[in-house]
T-cell receptor
Framework: ETGVTQTPRHLVMGMTNKKSLKCEQH?????MYWYKQSAKKPLELMFV???????ENNSVPSRFSPECPNSSHLFLHLHTLQPEDSALYLC?????????????FGPGTRLTVT | DAKTTQPTSMDCAEGRAANLPCNHS???????VYWYRQIHSQGPQYIIH???NNETNEMASLIITEDRKSSTLILPHATLRDTAVYYC??????????????FGTGTRLQVTL
């Protein structure tokens, strides 16, 4: 599926680096999400945006900084990360926030913090 | 969100129907039943969802019991590419956030020749 794309697909960064993850959806959706999937743990919702406005921040550390310039693009800015932040970061989008509307996921960015 | 219970793993022969059960006995009236699957290290793939009625799309069928306490995902003709972890998720407004998809441990479906 190419409805939700994420770049880069793999990223290795040191703890002092600053990097950004990019997500783009081509589905005309209004809501976008960042999830984190650590090894052998369930998906964790990090942030939710609706019509470019952040509606949820699930107690995510400030070293993760999201940005949503428009309804089609979502960024996750990373700085001074820790090794335990190594995970698969997934972006998703849905037409609306309501439970009746399914979320479509991108392929994810595999992040390794060294 | 209501909790779900799924078998840890299942096997299915290629070409046969795969029937994946899910129990959600505490589901409330406005909660939807969703199914996703995830192939190792890839993003979850949406399959199907429903509220009360049975649903069918090009990928699968969803059968929800009349009391809504359980459901079954049916892949009509399983192929090797259907080997994945399948997640049954109940999603609604009850917890104060409508956005969350709470993934449990799912059912690991192995399709064999």
């Amino acid at each position: 599926e190419t409805g939700v794309t994420q770049t880069p697909r793999h990223l290795v960064m040191g703890m002092t680096n600053k990097k950004s993850l990019k997500c783009e959806q081509h589905l005309g959706h209004n809501a976008m999400y960042w999830y984190k999937q650590s090894a052998k743990k369930p998906l964790e919702l990090m942030f939710v945006y609706n019509f470019k406005e952040q509606t949820e921040n699930n107690s995510v550390p400030s070293r993760f900084s999201p940005e949503c310039p428009n309804s089609s693009h979502l960024f996750l800015h990373l700085h001074t990360l820790q090794p335990e932040d190594s995970a698969l970061y997934l972006c998703a989008s849905s037409q609306q926030l309501a439970p009746a509307y399914e979320q479509y996921f991108g392929p994810g960015t595999r992040l390794t913090v060294t | 969100d209501a909790k779900t219970t799924q078998p840890t793993s299942m096997d299915c022969a290629e070409g046969r129907a795969a029937n994946l059960p899910c129990n959600h006995s505490t589901i409330s009236g406005n909660e939807y039943v969703y199914w996703y699957r995830q192939i190792h290290s890839q993003g979850p793939q949406y399959i199907i969802h429903g509220l009360k009625n049975n649903e069918t799309n090009e990928m699968a069928s969803l059968i929800i019991t009349e009391d809504r306490k359980s459901s079954t995902l049916i892949l009509p003709h399983a192929t090797l590419r259907d080997t994945a972890v399948y997640y049954c998720i109940v999603r609604g407004y009850d917890t104060g956030t409508a956005s969350k998809l709470t993934f449990g441990t799912g059912t690991r479906l192995q399709v064999t020749l």
